[in-house]
């Protein structure tokens, strides 16, 4: 059992890997290609994650009169780029899965500077403790391994061999599920006790973050004529954080466990809005048909 717990995290890690490998089934080059058409909302999505975002956690932990420790781990989650689970959940509820990608992409590559300048900002503003965030490059190796690489043999096997793609789809999405759900058992089980105790505190901003991350992101495309795969794309890539990178800069990097506590619920309280949302901007019948297509 303890060798299992070990081995855990790389098994995790690989099963993303499989996932982003069957979302590369359902891409072409032509995907990407059609980005150029949508420099719109590339711009829009790219300003909402590192401006606007980052301002409204700021009010949000303002008004909430918010402890100064949990303002700032609430500043390092809105500062943190799109996770893998964006381009899933993305994927399962009928977004533009080629612009979460690379939206995940840029976002990380821009965090390298974006997130280190917001949280030394917070801890300023409501710490002054006078730590510094140093550039995280490994994340940019991470994006590379966990979702670019698969992403790529996946529509290299696509091109290769289309029926083996097309025949692969509803077994991926099936799967896709599963993981998803395994990861929210997860998290929920390894932050059980630091959730339970700091909710009461922390817990409503976070669940607004979260609420507020999602709408954003898909109804400020929408209101700026922007369409409903790439709206589901943003609101996606906007509302799912990388919760992974700020709990690795608060404990590993700032070195403070409570600091970590906003994303550690937000590990959790993400897997239940992102559904709901889902759900929310497709109508039940037809998310439904997304997240469980029946077999024929």
């Known amino acids: 059992m303890s060798n299992f717990i070990t081995l855990l995290p790389i098994l995790l890690i690989g099963a993303l890997a499989l996932i982003m490998f069957g979302l590369g089934l359902s891409l072409t080059l032509a995907d990407f290609r059609r980005l150029i058409k949508h420099p719109k909302a590339v711009v829009l999505a790219l ?107 996946g529509m290299f096997v696509k091109r290769r061999a289309p029926a083996f793609g097309a025949r692969m789809d509803k077994p991926m999405k099936r799967f896709s599920m599963a993981v998803l759900a395994l990861l929210a058992i997860i998290a929920i089980a390894k932050e059980w006790s630091a959730i339970t105790s700091s909710f009461a505190s922390i817990g409503l901003a976070v669940i607004l973050l979260n609420i507020l991350s999602l709408g954003l992101g898909y109804y400020v495309p929408r209101m700026l004529g922007l369409d409903k795969p790439n709206a589901i794309a943003i609101g996606y890539e906007i509302g799912i954080h990388n919760s992974t990178l700020a709990i690795f800069v608060a404990v590993s990097v700032l070195g403070d466990f409570q600091l970590m506590l906003p994303a550690a619920i937000y590990s959790v309280s993400m897997y239940v809005f992102a559904t709901a949302f889902g759900f929310l901007i497709l109508g039940r019948k037809q998310a439904a048909g997304a997240a469980a297509p029946a077999s024929n």
Request: aromatic residues 6%; hydrophobic residues 60%; contains cysteine.
């Open 47 to 153: 300003v909402l994650q590192a401006m606007v975002l980052p301002a409204i956690c700021y009010g949000l932990v303002n008004g909430l009169g918010v402890a100064p420790v949990y303002a700032v781990g609430l500043m390092l989650l809105a500062a943190s780029p799109g996770g893998v689970s964006a381009n899933l959940f993305s994927h399962l509820f009928g977004g533009n899965v080629a612009m979460n990608i690379s939206l995940t992409a840029i976002n990380t590559v821009l965090s390298i500077v974006s997130l280190p300048l917001i949280a030394n900002f917070a801890i300023a503003s409501f710490a002054n403790s006078g730590q510094v965030v140093p550039m995280q490059t490994a994340k940019v190796i991470e994006v590379i391994v966990i979702v670019l690489i698969p992403v790529a043999i």
